[in-house]
């Protein structure tokens, strides 16, 4: 059972990044699934959330309008699509995934994969 976010890299701001997450040895299809990140200095914390049926938790407000999480069930990977990328959006980023509901709790998580690096450019 694994699950791993790939995708991160340089970006300057204003620019757009998609972000990859894999599922392998379970399905993501039935889960919901939280994008979170941690900015250097900072705690880790919980930035949008996708459950089975589609609906969005935003968990910060800023990404409102930015970030989406499209899913492809047919290839277990979910995305997190970045745009308008701005400096504060800079961390490294995990996805995890728990069953059913969203949450922006990590320890809530059921599998929690390891991050990717962003880095946005001013």
């Known amino acids: 059972v694994q699950l791993q976010a790939s995708g991160g890299g340089l970006v300057q701001a204003g620019g757009s990044l998609r972000l990859s997450c894999e599922a392998s040895g379970f399905t993501l299809k039935n889960g919901a699934i939280t994008w979170f990140r941690q900015a250097p200095g900072k705690e880790r914390e919980g930035v949008i959330c996708?459950?089975?049926?589609?609906?969005?938790?935003y968990y910060i407000d800023s990404v409102k309008g930015r970030f989406t999480v499209p899913r492809d069930n047919a290839e277990n990977t979910v995305y997190l699509q970045m745009n308008s990328l701005k400096p504060d959006d800079t961390a490294v980023y995990y996805c995890a995934t728990r069953r059913y509901r969203c949450s922006r709790d990590w320890v809530a998580m059921l599998y929690r994969g390891k991050g990717t690096q962003v880095t946005v450019s001013s």
């Open positions: 996708i459950d089975p049926s589609g609906a969005y938790a």
